[in-house]
């Protein structure tokens, strides 16, 4: 048995989704939305081992079923299209016909194989594509490997998004450095059930499909299953990690000595995309994180976490700086997880509110001051077990109920 190994995972200043070996991207305005960059294209110059997970809706987009028949073909992906401002769902056979063709288009586009193009789209649910727009666009986009096309290309895939999320780590294994990008989007329809959102991930990583396949699943049940913004869980989305080979290390698996640091330079990429998704909830002012600990279990751990972060009550509370800890109570009562009544720890922040499940002393004042914070930290102890897990949301406002009340408008 080798003796496992962590190397130090460092962050890209500069870094972005091209930033590994041999990865180009594009993004440019088709008009398929109003303004704003609405197709993307993501390319790897040789067949990148792919691994991808997906919407738990059992109302599944056409795009993600071609996306899976790539996968499943070869267990690899050279490109990925992308579009934004209708997620071709809800659309009969016409919507995978649509979802066809735009694969089949980005393979003639690209001279490579249909089986090596994934598909994606977000927005309007319920809206043919407009094909008149999509594949011209397709025709003339040329992934590059700079900056800019990294910039056009993480603006293509908004939606109601406020901002951009990107981010890029590197590590060195068996002597090779190692270099993993990610772009992702998402900032309603979210739930902690898989990962409603779109992420992409690139790296360079020697790595078979099998393997990275079981790396994201486990880091996805610890980053993308960890986020809740309004607890839907939408029809288009999914996670898609491409692994190239181009930085020539010895292939990853199980078994490799440097295993563990490819899985935690990984979940570093993921965990970072994900609290950006949940810091940028449609309407939000504040991004909220709850850590739990003293669980029977690392998976009851990471249940009362979602179940706290996901309360419309605690999300409210938050908002208002109202610190009303029984709501807290009232979820990490019903998650559903094992627990003991009248051993609970909690605080906020660094105000111990329950100790033993009796009511602490804290100044009511300076905690109202600190859920004024942009950042807003709860932290529970169940003193039942080892098992620790965190969650990440954002507050629940009235500008959500705005933005939602007018999306198609």
Sequence with gaps: MKIASKQ????????????????????LHTKVKRKRNDLGVLYSEVPAEA?????????IAAPLLVTKESIAKEGKIQAVVINSGNANACMGKQGYLDAETMKKSVSKRFSIQDHLVAVASTG?????????????????????????AAYDFNESILTTDTCMKSTCYETYIDGKKITMGGSAKG??????????????????????????????????????????VDGDTSTNDMVLVMANG?????????????????KQLLKQVCEELAI???????????????????????????????????????????????????RLMMAIGRS?????????DIAIGPYALLSKSEPANYSEKLLSQYLDNEKVEININLNMGN??????????TYDYVRINASYRT
């Excluded at 099998?210 to 880091?219: E, F, G």
């Excluded at 991004?287 to 029977?296: D, F, N, R, T």
Aim: with cysteine; hydrophobic share 35%.
């Design 336 to 344: 559903g997880i094992t627990l003991d009544p009248h051993t609970i």
């Design 276 to 326: 950006m998704i949940a810091k940028d909830g449609e309407g939000a002012t504040k991004l909220i994180e709850v850590k739990v600990k003293g669980a029977i279990s690392s998976a009851d751990a990471g249940k009362c976490a979602k179940t706290v972060v996901g309360s419309d009550l605690v999300k409210t509370m938050v908002y208002g700086s109202d610190p009303n800890w029984g």
């Design 187 to 228: 900032s309603g329809m979210i739930a902690p059930n898989m990962a409603t959102m779109l992420g992409f991930i690139t790296t360079d990583a020697n790595i078979s499909h099998p393997h990275l396949q079981t790396a994201l699943r486990d880091i996805t049940n610890e980053t993308f299953n960890r986020i809740t």
């Design 124 to 148: 309007v649910i319920g809206e043919k594509m407009p094909m008149d727009k999509i594949i011209p666009g397709i025709d003339s986009i040329t992934p590059k490997k700079t900056n800019q």
């Design 387 to 396: 098992g620790s897990g965190k969650a990440w949301g954002c507050d629940l």
């Design 246 to 262: 181009l930085a020539e290390n010895k292939p990853l698996s199980p078994t490799h000595q440097e295993w563990e640091t490819f």
């Design 8 to 27: 130090p995972i460092s962050k890209v200043t500069e870094g972005s989704i091209v930033s590994p070996q041999g990865y180009s991207a594009a993004g």
């Design 51 to 59: 691994a991808a997970v997906y919407t738990l809706n059992q109302i």
